[in-house]
DNA sequence: CTCCTGAATTGATCTGCATCAATTCGGTAG
DNA sequence: CTACCGAATTGATGCAGATCAATTCAGGAG
């Protein structure tokens, strides 16, 4: 393995702030492989042996019951995924799949659980990147609960923006397919979302979106930080509060509500 | 605080396994506070000083955008709540109330941060604790994104029976309207829903459900162990990979998915 | 270049669920 | 007991989003 993708690995939130004989610990036995695109890595119900840590390409996290298929999140790198089931020793909830040619570093689950156990300092950082995670979670949920399609994408797309540069123009990551199931819609919709967001100002043409009017698009979408994870808060300036890790499977990831920023720990920087 | 309710925060999977002084430190400055119901115990948005120990009473957890709100989780004693938060010493993602009388023990959150840098078991506990919470929400979004309403019923009340005693009879915890948005669905609909399911055996009265024919029921709802936490696995006996903990925000309590079983480390026991 | 294939779009229609409105039910105070 | 009030149910209607079907578009192979 290059001592570049280990020092991308050292870098995550997981792992930047333990102490070296740990890392050394939580990282024995770890081997890097390539995949190629439409890879299943894991599926859902399978017992999971390794952490991943996606270090280049794109990974599909999804969900199925009864012939019917959901996109959970895309990775995108450098994060690491199923951290959950690793620290439970527990079997997969969500299958695995490369959406293009991929680079994993395979982490076996014994050496992370080791290391929680030694040092306290990456138990820390373990509960940090779940409660990271968990908070991501809610935040989807609230997402699909409280908001229709259009909306969503309305707020999708303000997070891309938020992440990119806040620029007019965003790029889509993914095919529309995959976004459609991601914002819990059908592709059929999700174009006639596109549509209805002209009149806000937002212009598709494939995968480039130009936002003409952001504050029509805003006052639409209404993003709101306890959701969108990119919103801005009202308010001076947060403490250590505002800390939120977007370490593991968020992290740079266009997740579930499609609303977490490419930073770890930025927010108000 | 009484001896009794001490025990019974000892008993929590996030307190059992660490050491007398850890508990000591964790629980520093801890106070035992009693609420009417409907009390707000916590905005979202608001700082988060303590982990809430619930240990008498129901506490409604749920989010608001754009005055619409939705219901998260309920929550039934002992369980823990906003653990994330606490652990990242960040701002609420989710209100919560009290739909009952309710006695309750406020942790301090400082307390709870410095035994995790102090006792790497605890850390290993928090980390268990959150990896179940998520898991949890996982579990929800897809069966809210994969099932329609009636499905979502029809699971969440074989997840009742599950949890009380696998009889024909299952009694509904909460008021219907509090269902309803628990499951994703106004209260009108939550009715009609009942009424499909009379060609399934079950019928309601008032808080009271008699199911007649779960065979039916079962084949309508199609529980999936990897959706519904008490649905039984294929296969063999499982080994550590299945002690899938449920202490925190969702234990006994009719979580989001109201799959959650009561027992911390049942399942196949 | 053309052909081919899967993605994306567009249109027509259907349906699950929400909404609005009107009773009915059930628990509580007097 | 009766009166009252919020919860629950039931009915009528509307709408968001799914489904089905038909093109159109874009990328890759030959």
Redesign the interface.
Known sequence: MRAYDMDRVRGLPLFSDIAPDTFRVATAGAHLQRFPAGTMLLL??D?VDFLYVLLDGQVELH????D???V?AILRPVSTFI???V?????A??SARTLERCEILMVPGDAIRTA?????????A???D??????G??????N????NSVERLANYLLALRAADNSGSVVRLHHEKRVLASLL?MTPENLSRAFSALQAYGANVQGAIVTLDNVAALEALA?P????DNHAPRGGEIMA??????WSSEWNRAAA?TGAQTAAGVKRNA
């Open positions: 859902e119900g017992p969900g199925t019951w009864n019917r298929e959901t959970l951290l959950a089931a620290v439970l020793n527990a079997d909830l969500m929680m156990r030694l040092d306290p300092r990456f138990g820390v373990v509960s940090r779940l409660a990271g995670c968990y908070r979670l809610v935040r989807t949920v609230k699909h609960k409280l908001r819990g209404k709101d930080p306890l959701i250590e509060a505002d800390a939120e890790i579930l």
